[in-house]
């Protein structure tokens, strides 16, 4: 299922084909269920987790803004989110800001988008299922690192997360399937350890879904990304250093046994990321 955020279903409506889903409206939209939320987790400490960043998006009918997903900060000017976070077949930069440096929504000192740009393989029709679930915003300015924003690492090409690796993820999504996080939505963490591709890929199989190379699986009963998590990004500490190993994603339902969280895979992405950002002005 796909993992997106709470409050989008004006925004499905407006940007997605019929997708049909398997659960109620109301609480996801989604061709099946977008990740959205952390299960099992608890409050994050100011700071924490610097890289983390909250995807704004504008209301096209009310005009109010939405928390709709999570993000990183891999560079000072550019956040790594889900390519199925950016809402529209044309989506308009003035539509989307990011919010850095704190555990509670707000959306009054973001920062605005210049660029997006999502993954040339991405699918809208097909969604995440369909692989490269990955999209870039360049920021219009630099941000300033301080002891509340900060940048997370990318892993190099070669490392590699064996399974039972224990990882963390975070996000202000769901804490449960159709469980918003309540107020004041503190930005909520949870340790989660890495599925080998080959089991979530017999356990996804189950359910029709095909988890592919470009993918990866962590979580266990209880202990999951979910809806509204998307874009967010899975940490593993690499020889010390943390370095994001995936993006949120999709997933079927949330904290499920033998139903991980799927998340793009970085490394699959790393010679396109690194293109954009180097050649960007």
Known sequence: IIYLAPHMLWLLVLTLPCLGGSV???????????????????????????????????NQISSEWILNCGGSLIHPQWVLTAAHCIPGRNPVTRHIKVQLGRVRPSDSDSVQVARIIRHPKYSLGQGPEGGADVALLKLEAPVQPSNLVGLISLP?????????????????????SGVPLQPPENLQEVEVPMVANEICRQQYLR??????????????????????????????KWKGTW???????????????????????????????????????
């Open 207 to 236: 359910i029709n879904k095909f988890i592919q190379d470009d993918m990866l699986c962590a979580g266990s009963e209880g202990r999951d990304s979910c809806q509204g998590d998307s874009g967010g990004p899975l940490v593993c």
């Open 156 to 176: 190099p090409a070669s490392s590699s997360f064996p399974p039972g690796t224990r990882c963390w993820v975070t996000g202000w999504g769901h804490i449960a």
């Open 24 to 58: 109620p409206v109301t609480s996801d939209p989604g061709p099946g269920t977008e990740l959205v939320g952390i299960v099992g987790g608890h409050d994050a400490a100011d700071g924490k987790w610097p890289w983390q960043v909250g995807l704004w998006v504008r």
């Open 243 to 281: 370095v994001q190993v995936g993006v949120v994603s999709f997933g079927h339902k949330c904290g499920l046994p033998n139903f991980p969280g799927v998340y793009a895979r970085v490394t699959s992405f790393l010679p396109w990321i690194r293109r954009l950002i180097r050649s960007s002005p």
